[in-house]
């Protein structure tokens, strides 16, 4: 019977890393002229861009909150970002990774700071590896603890 | 108390420890002050703040503005002032107490379009922005070109004691007014003056964290005025050199003076509002 052999009998993996290695990283930010804030990150084969807006006002206002910010993300994959096209509607999968990255970031935000405001994180994954959703909240983060102009 | 020197931080950052005061974007947690933007600490006799580098305008109390009225109520405007609230100005300043929606027209004296200077007189973030036009050089302009640039720009387009705009102004024979939300309106007799100004208000933008920066807008404006004039070291001599060369009209550059004085007044850097 075939095994599938994930690390071969030099302990590297299939792609020459060994098991405690990481792949490559690349993170750049200020990449959005328009954005209050953004980064775009390189992780292995992962190409993703990140744009941060705000906080600035809530449409539709019956969103807003009284004693704090809202604060909405958006995980979109494009359609040209994996071997088979993706349909470019947010599909089940994106909409909780969205849910998600937004309870991963709000603890990072002073929220309480910016009452009746929200503030927009569009996460688009332009090429696809695997662990999109966390390289998403990583390359997330610098924009919008600085809003990214620390160039 | 100890002086800290003036240092970059980021969010998280310690900027010291000890019973200080936490002012503007820090935080005090366990006697330590901690950063909460990315910015410049200072530390004053009041206490630690952090002035911004990057982001959006928060209003705040004495802040002059330049906003554009987006639309009336009853008994007020509706004003965007590039923040992340939209301010109102009640009708009863424009029109003084007396003032009665069935009798008098709003839409006359400011439509929706319209921009005005205006000063943030209560603001807590709880409630929406209140401004005010009642006061010397504040209402509605008439005329000029509209530029925005990051709020936290402004601090560094006026430079100390107005001294960076006032080189733009003389060198360019315009007026720049200013608000601290980042709007600006630029007025001037001809329109290459106006480019000129724009070209050296935008260098300023994109390089307010360099050093020299005063010599490079300088250099910018010298080059495209095609001045011939030797390289002087005092920078006031130099403006009056401008002025004597290349305008005939030095009555209205005075004005121009005064009036940016009057705004550099409010800036950041003088008045601190906590």
Known sequence: MDQTILIDENGKRTDGRSIDDLRDVKITIGVLKNADGSASIEFGKNKIIVAVYGPREVHPKHMALPDRCVLRCRYHMSPFSTDTRKNPAPSRREVEISKVMREALEPAIMLEDYPRAAIDVFVEVLQADGGSRCAGIAAGHPPERGNGELR | ?274
């Open chain 2, 1 to 274: 108390m100890l002086e800290i020197k003036k240092r970059y931080v980021i969010p998280g950052d310690v900027i010291i420890e000890g019973n200080y005061r936490p002012l503007m974007n820090v935080i005090k947690k366990d006697n330590f002050i901690i950063a909460t933007r990315i910015g410049i600490a200072e530390s004053s006799k009041d206490g630690i703040k952090v002035i911004p580098l990057s982001g959006v305008y928060i209003p705040r109390i004495n802040d002059i503005v330049i906003g554009k009225i987006v639309d009336n109520s009853s008994l007020s405007w509706e004003v965007d002032i590039n923040a992340c609230f939209s301010a109102h100005l009640p009708a009863q300043d424009v029109f003084g107490r007396d003032f009665s929606p069935a009798k008098d027209d709003m839409k006359k004296r400011l439509a929706p379009g319209d921009l005005v200077t205006a000063r943030i007189i209560t603001f807590d973030r709880t409630r929406d922005p209140m401004l005010t036009i009642q006061e010397k050089d504040l209402g509605k302009i008439s005329n000029g070109e509209f530029l925005k640039i990051s709020s936290t720009r402004v601090p560094r387009l006026i430079g100390k004691r107005g001294s960076m705009i006032q080189t733009i102004e003389q060198a360019t024979q315009t007026r720049i007014l200013i608000g601290q939300n980042g709007i600006l309106v630029v007025t001037g007799k001809n329109d290459e003056g106006i480019a000129l100004a724009f070209k050296a208000i935008k260098l300023v933008e994109e390089e307010a964290h360099t050093s020299n920066l005063t010599q490079k807008v300088k250099d910018l404006l010298n080059v495209s005025e095609e001045i011939t004039q030797t390289e002087t070291n005092n920078s006031s001599v130099n403006n009056e050199d401008y002025v004597n060369n290349s305008n005939p009209d030095n009555n209205s550059n005075n004005m121009e003076n005064d009036h940016s004085s009057n705004i550099n007044t409010e800036s950041p850097k003088d008045v601190q509002p906590h």
